[in-house]
């Protein structure tokens, strides 16, 4: 089915070993959220998205309140959250798990940390946006870094 319109993904169902093992999404850069700044690039962009999901677990949700502060976080903004019953073995399993619970076709998609905000003009920019297979956001890393994040160095 061909669509004008493209899904986000947020996987949220890290345990934030690298933070304390704190709830990632909630923690903040001076008065926003992470996921406040993840998202902010997008919703400029709301006449081509059709909704955004943020997937984390049933636990996350008892002990942090996820599905009651992103309601009141994206008030009027076209959200779902997906929850799973439990931990992955990361973002790529969380978000296999949620399209097959949620029984959602997978494309056209974009699928973004919940700790990064990245700039996502040039993508909507594109003529071909929703034609194009992959994106892959690229920046320059210092060696010593790597370790750090889960990339691909070239």
């Known amino acids: 089915m061909i669509t004008s319109k493209v899904d986000i993904y947020f996987p949220m169902a890290g345990l934030g070993a ?27 962009w709301k006449e081509k998205i059709n ?3 943020f997937i984390f677990l049933k636990e996350q949700d008892l002990n942090y309140s996820v599905s009651k502060i992103l309601k009141k976080t994206f008030r ?5 959250h997906i929850i799973l019953d439990k931990k992955t073995s990361g973002p790529v399993e969380t978000i296999r798990k949620a399209i097959i619970n949620n029984k959602k076709k997978l494309y056209p998609s974009i699928f973004c940390d919940c700790d990064h905000s990245i700039d996502v003009d040039q993508i909507f ?3 071909d946006f929703l034609e194009t297979d992959i994106y892959f956001p690229v920046w320059k890393i210092k060696k010593t870094e790597i370790n750090s994040w889960s990339i691909i160095s070239v």
Not at 23 to 37: A, D, S
Not at 76 to 80: H, R
């Open 125 to 127: 920019k594109s003529q």
């Open 18 to 44: 690298r933070f304390g093992y704190k709830f990632k999404p909630f923690l903040k850069i001076g008065n926003k959220t992470f996921i406040e700044e993840s998202v902010k690039p997008f919703l400029k």
């Open 51 to 53: 909704c955004i999901y």
């Open 76 to 80: 009027g903004k076209k959200f779902k």
